[in-house]
Each structure stands twice: as C-alpha cells, then as structure tokens.
C-alpha cells in the first residue's frame, strides 16, 4: 500500500495537490474511474450556447494542432525487394521509401550480396531526391506516395 500512495504522492504534486492527503480529500481514499475523470475536468457542464460555441472553437484548434503535427509522422511506406545480383539467390535486396504526409522522408537501400552488406539512405522533400535514385529506389518512393493513408476508424 505504501507503494501505491508514493505513486500517487508523484502524482498528485503534478496535478496541484500538496500531498497525498489532499488528494484523498478530493477523490476519496479508493477513488472510482469517474471520480478520477472528473478530477480533469476544469469546469461544469456549459449553461449557455457561447460557452459551448466557445469549448468548440478551443477543440477545433486543438484538432487542427494535431493535424498538422501528424503530417510530420510517417503516414507512407513503399517498399521494393530485388536481386542485383545474378550470383546471389533470392531477392534478399531492398529499397524502402518512409514519407510523411508532404512526401518528404528517405528512401534507405539495403544490397545484399556474397561479399557483405551496403546500406544507402537517400532524403526526399516532395517526393524527389536530390541524390541520383537507382530505379528500384524511384519504384518505392512511388509506391509510398500511391499508398493510401491508414484510416483509424479501420474504413
């Protein structure tokens, strides 16, 4: 149990309690999920629509906030496997292209072959590279930017 309350102690200093007491005081000693929830909460329900329309624009900016920060993320993957090689079985090569949602990103190449290992990295801003691509490396970027970006409700 001491434990559990030195977790909370963090806890509630984080979030303006000055200790584990006046946590407790505020969501009882075995405090249920909704106790918690409404811990967050920085004000009651909205009386009147300006508030309401107010909370709306304030969500509004958030959504768009995060919009554009997941533009930044990898939302695109192209790969290519390929054997450059006539004297290596397989095709244990590859090109893999990872675009964010500007198609920017690298294009990273892998060649395998007897002797060992090599490994590339190319950039890309708008889906063009300022390095010369091998056409495998063209096919991946290509493939990226045609994959469609995943849908988080899974349609």
């Known amino acids: 149990m001491r434990a559990h309350w030195r977790g909370t102690e ?24 909704s106790a918690m929830f409404n811990l967050f909460k920085k004000d ?6 300006k508030k309401v329309l107010k909370q709306f624009e304030e969500l509004k900016k958030e959504v768009e906030k995060i919009s554009q920060s997941g533009k930044a993320s990898i939302q695109k993957v192209g790969i290519v496997r390929y054997n450059p090689f006539s004297e290596v079985g397989g095709d244990q090569s590859f090109s893999i ?46 493939r ?5 970006i995943p849908d988080p409700n899974g349609q």
Not at 44 to 49: A, R, S
Request: charged share 25%; glycine share 10%.
């Open 44 to 49: 009651k329900e909205p009386k009147d629509l």
């Open 144 to 148: 990226a930017i045609s994959s469609k």
């Open 97 to 142: 292209a990872l675009l964010d949602g500007n198609n920017g990103g690298v294009v990273i190449t892998s060649l395998y072959s007897r002797e060992g290992n090599r490994v590339y990295g190319k950039s890309v801003k708008s889906g063009i590279s300022e390095y010369s691509l091998s056409n495998e490396e063209k096919k991946a970027i290509e």
């Open 10 to 33: 963090v806890w509630s200093y984080r979030h303006g309690f000055e200790n584990r007491w006046s946590f407790k005081r505020h969501v009882g000693s075995n405090p249920t999920p």
